[in-house]
């Protein structure tokens, strides 16, 4: 069974550009979350998407968005990129919402903004 | 919010010997408490979970028990391996809020042979 697959695996932008990063769950899973991880704040919170709509949100700015298509693969943008941006962007993959089931990382995408 | 606190931040030990890392939680609806170890180069990997109502889990060489009222929870290793040795991450989910997981600050675990 293929885990969770998050492309590209890094990625170098220049500050003021936008990024799109994608992840693709386990087949079957229906939710997927996202979470920025550095080594000054650790692993925050960004969203949450079951069955295409958010269903929670994280304390980042509105420069942050994502969304979910209907075969679950999820995406997030980051917009007018600013140098503090720069991290760990993981995605997790999970079977259903609300019943506290298990949570499956991907690999992350390594984002660099010079 | 929600807050988690995970202590040690480092934590030596001779190969052979046990590790006990250790989290305390803010919120008292909080229900799951999942352990993620993460290796260089690599995304964070669930390695045991406990729910509200169970107060020990063991698989293996690990185990995890939780004590609701003190609200703290705390993750055991025993007979360590040098591949033991990496970064450990507790979490800490309610209900409510889905699937998102509060993360501790992480411990460096180090496995001297």
């Known amino acids: 069974k293929a885990g969770v697959t998050q492309t590209p695996r890094y990625l170098i932008k220049t500050r003021g550009q936008q990024v799109t990063l994608s992840c693709s769950p386990i087949?079957?899973?229906?939710?997927v979350s996202w979470y920025q991880q550095t080594p000054g704040q650790g692993l925050q919170f960004l969203f949450e998407?079951?069955?295409?709509?958010?269903?929670n949100k994280g304390n980042f700015p509105g420069r942050f968005s994502g969304r979910q298509f209907s075969n679950s693969r999820s995406e997030m943008n980051v917009s007018t990129l600013e140098l503090g941006d720069s991290a760990l962007y993981l995605c997790?993959?999970?079977f259903g919402v609300g019943v506290n089931t298990e949570a499956f990382f991907g690999q992350g995408t390594r984002l660099t903004v010079v | 919010g929600e807050n988690v606190e995970q202590h040690p931040s480092t934590l030596s030990v001779q190969e052979g010997d046990s590790a006990v890392i250790k989290c305390t939680y803010s919120d008292s609806a909080s229900n799951y408490f999942p352990w993620y170890k993460q290796e260089l180069g690599k995304g964070p990997q669930l390695i045991i979970d406990?729910?509200?109502?169970?107060g020990e889990k063991k698989d293996q060489r690990i185990a995890v028990t939780l004590n609701k009222t003190a609200k703290h929870f705390s993750l055991h290793i025993t007979e360590t391996q040098p591949e033991d040795s990496a970064v450990y991450f507790c979490a800490a989910s309610w209900l409510e809020y889905g699937n998102k997981l509060v993360f501790g600050a992480g411990t460096i675990l180090r496995v001297k042979s």
């Open positions: 087949s079957g899973h229906r939710s």
């Open positions: 998407y079951f069955s295409e709509t958010q269903r």
């Open positions: 997790a993959s999970s």
């Open positions: 406990i729910r509200s109502n169970v």
